[in-house]
């Protein structure tokens, strides 16, 4: 997929820069483009390193389960069947914890693991089940307490407040997953109601 | 007061590891290098590719075609609060976060980290994820090929996700 993306910006810029009579500018662009991609990188390297460590500390003091535990009662509202067989329930919180603490290389597997337990009960292993979308798209719209990247790249740029945007983050993306749950369950609650007037006919 | 709980965020967490380190029973600063050697690895993973686009980026917008696309759109944008410089961002966040780093640093360059489209840029890029990716990942992985209503749900959170951005930071800092 990254190969189309970066065919399809090639050839647009090629088609303006022709059209447009811009060809030295993109001529330039290519090597301050390839340049500013070892900036960006150096400028993120040490910030990675940082909070990387960090989290796996907080992850070997156990405070991803701790964490998962405390996220369980709310999540159950929302994975029911998961939580009632047991199958999978253990990987998402843990995969919506580490998500939270901006772990996103342990979410992935761990999400990952909870979807593949919970198509041990999905009835046609090739359609999605209500609760494995919600789960995906959740995770779409993960909260991060703290977007540590994010804060290099705008230091990085000379911002004069990096830290200023922390809040609306934390509203915007509590939002988010708030409509992130909502939307998915709106299908899952009328199809639940189609199974059982079903039943009773 | 509010200045004061963002600012304290990370250093709070930073504290909380050192406090662990010190008193922890385990010896936590083995796990704190394994962590940041792993750190190191994805960063420099991160290169090739981030080369790759940020190449690309830079071209479309020394092309003109960026700023073409933007006076064909701004009307709309302008007209739902959406600045314009927003599209590259908005166009590759989706797909690939390489791509959206790329697009995100090339555009705080441009309009600097505290004008309004550097800000909403930042609320988006922290909100957002790679919504195609993702849902195509979780679902290949278990061999699923209806993803049902995951699409259409995710991407209306992701406008959602803009739309919010855009109109929070215009209320919180302006």
């Known amino acids: 997929m990254l190969g189309k993306i970066f065919g399809i910006l090639c050839l647009v810029a090629l088609v303006f820069g022709g059209i447009c009579g811009n060809m030295t500018d993109v001529a330039n662009a290519i090597p301050d483009g390839a ?3 070892v900036e960006v990188t150096i400028s993120l390297c040490g910030m990675m390193c940082l909070w990387c460590g960090l989290m796996e500390v907080l992850a070997d003091a156990g405070v991803i389960r701790r964490l998962s535990r405390l996220l369980s009662p709310f999540l159950r509202r929302f994975f029911p069947n998961a939580y009632r067989t047991g199958e999978g329930a253990e990987e998402i919180s843990a ?3 580490a998500n939270l603490l901006g772990i996103g290389n342990a979410a992935t597997p761990l999400a990952l693991r909870a979807m593949e337990q919970m198509q041990k009960h999905n009835p046609d292993p090739t359609r999605a089940d209500g609760e494995q979308i919600t789960l995906a798209v959740l995770n779409t719209a993960s909260v ?3 977007p540590a990247n994010l804060l290099a790249l705008r230091r ?3 911002s004069s ?4 945007i922390m809040i ?3 509203l915007t993306s509590c939002l988010c997953a708030a409509m992130a749950l909502l939307l998915t369950s709106i299908p899952r609650f009328f199809s639940k109601k189609g199974r059982r007037t079903q039943k009773r006919k | 007061m509010l200045e004061t709980v963002s600012a304290l965020a990370m250093p709070t967490v930073v504290v909380a590891v050192g406090l662990l380190l010190l008193f922890g029973k385990s010896n936590y600063f083995d796990s704190f290098l394994r962590g940041a050697k792993q750190g190191l690895q994805i960063s420099v ?3 090739p590719t981030l080369v790759a686009l940020m190449v690309a980026v830079a071209m479309l917008n020394a092309s003109g075609a960026t700023e073409t696309l933007s006076n064909l759109l701004s009307p709309v944008a302008a007209h739902v609060g959406i600045p314009t410089e927003l599209l590259p961002l908005l166009l590759t966040r989706p797909f690939s976060g390489s791509a959206s780093t790329a697009a995100y640093s090339t555009l705080l360059e441009q309009v600097g980290a505290d004008s309004l489209a550097g800000l909403c840029a930042s609320v988006i890029f922290a909100s957002s994820d790679t919504v195609v990716y993702v849902i195509a990942v979780y679902f290949s992985s278990v061999n699923i090929r209806h993803t049902r209503y995951a699409f259409p749900c995710a991407f209306a959170v ?3 996700c803009i739309f919010f951005s855009c109109f929070l930071c215009r209320l919180w800092f302006f």
Do not use: K, Q
């Open chain 1, 156 to 158: 990085a740029a000379g």
């Open chain 1, 95 to 97: 995969a919506i914890s």
């Open chain 2, 158 to 160: 992701m406008l959602f």
């Open chain 1, 35 to 37: 340049a500013r991609a």
């Open chain 1, 168 to 170: 609306p983050v934390w």
């Open chain 1, 161 to 164: 407040d990096p830290f200023a």
């Open chain 1, 144 to 146: 991060t307490l703290i």
């Open chain 2, 45 to 47: 993973n991160l290169l």
